[in-house]
């Protein structure tokens, strides 16, 4: 089979590499960053300068950064919808809103392309070596028939419902991740002004109940100083931001995730947007004048 994988990066990429290694198929890359395609035409993989050089694929993947790039990649001039063939399957693994999700879909049915969403969680790591979670939103019998493709780069597919209720179950996940993440900076930041060992604390909170893979991100980030993007604070204000969206349209009232997008908004401010998302507790050691390290 020819599959087609538009955005190979920091998640597109290890996933891309994995489909590549794991089954027969033809794999075609396309990307601006020419050091990406690098990577995956160095497994095997073919690359090509436009969308509409994956047109003669039965599956194209994207992995995007932010909705208004899916939305020009799948609908735009020269996208997926006006090149791909009836019978194709494109299945996006960004994350978007709902309603992204549900536009996009409706834009490829138009033209006989059938869509699924298929957000992941995990981060890199797990894109690599093939543990990522996806959660799928879209017709259950498409899901079916691509199953052995999301196992080739998946351990977990789970279809969720319909367009949509992938996005969804997404944006509620890393809501609750991030909420999770900015709890621990600022207890992290109250044990370091009230002088406790912090390798101490971390060490309670691991087997106590405010443990959180969070908490443990976090804390070893920030006793090493290290903030290199894995995760880039600029996309977890985005999903923060579609998360807050959704609670808005739901009438959900936001209790703690507004609070938790302007500590993001804060972080960019600061000029912190491009490194891992981690660094949202330096708002709290700037405005403490202390920082959070230990051995
Ligand atoms: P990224 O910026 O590393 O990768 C995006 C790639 O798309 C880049 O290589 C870029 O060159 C390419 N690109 C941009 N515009 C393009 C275009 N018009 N045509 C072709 N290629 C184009 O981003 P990422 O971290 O891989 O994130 C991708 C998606 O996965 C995002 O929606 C993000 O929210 C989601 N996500 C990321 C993580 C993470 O840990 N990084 C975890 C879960 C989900």
Redesign the pocket.
């Given at each position: 089979m020819k599959i087609g994988f538009?955005?190979?990066?920091?998640?597109?990429?290890p996933m891309c590499r994995n489909i590549i290694k794991n089954t027969n198929h033809q794999v075609m890359v396309?990307?601006?960053?020419p050091a990406?395609v690098a990577r995956c035409t160095a497994l095997g993989a073919a690359s090509v300068d436009s969308?509409a050089g994956l047109a003669g694929c039965e599956v194209v993947f994207t992995?995007?950064?932010?909705p208004a790039?899916?939305e020009?990649?799948i609908a735009g001039p020269g996208g997926l919808a006006a090149t791909g063939k009836p019978g194709m399957v494109v299945i996006d693994?960004?994350?978007?809103s709902p309603e992204t999700a549900q536009a996009m879909a409706a834009a490829l049915a138009a033209k006989g392309i059938a869509m699924l969403e298929a957000?992941?969680?995990?981060?890199?790591a797990r894109?690599a070596d093939g543990t990522?979670a996806v959660m799928v939103g879209g017709d259950a019998a498409v899901f079916a028939a691509q199953e052995p493709l999301f196992a080739s780069f998946s351990s977990k597919a789970i279809h969720v419902g319909d367009f949509g209720m992938g996005s969804v179950a997404?944006l509620i996940n890393?809501m609750l991740a991030f909420c999770n993440m900015a709890a621990a900076a600022e207890g992290l930041m109250m044990g370091a002004a009230a002088g406790i060992d912090l390798g101490k604390l971390a060490e309670v909170v691991s087997i106590s109940s405010g443990a959180s893979g969070s908490f443990t991100s976090l804390s070893s980030k920030a006793f090493a100083g290290n903030f290199a993007?894995?995760?880039?604070l600029d996309?977890a204000h985005?999903?923060l931001r579609l998360a807050v969206q959704l609670a808005d349209l739901t009438g959900v009232p936001g209790m703690v995730a507004p609070n938790v997008l302007n500590l993001l908004r804060a972080a960019r401010g600061m000029g912190l947007g491009g490194e891992d998302v981690g660094a949202m507790i330096k708002v709290y050691e700037g405005l403490m004048g202390r920082a959070v390290r230990a051995p």
């Open positions: 538009i955005g190979v990066g920091n998640m597109g990429g396309h990307d601006l960053d990406a969308i992995s995007l950064a932010v790039i899916v020009a990649v693994l960004s994350t978007n957000p992941v969680s995990g981060g890199v894109a990522i997404k890393n993007p894995g995760f880039a996309l985005k999903d």
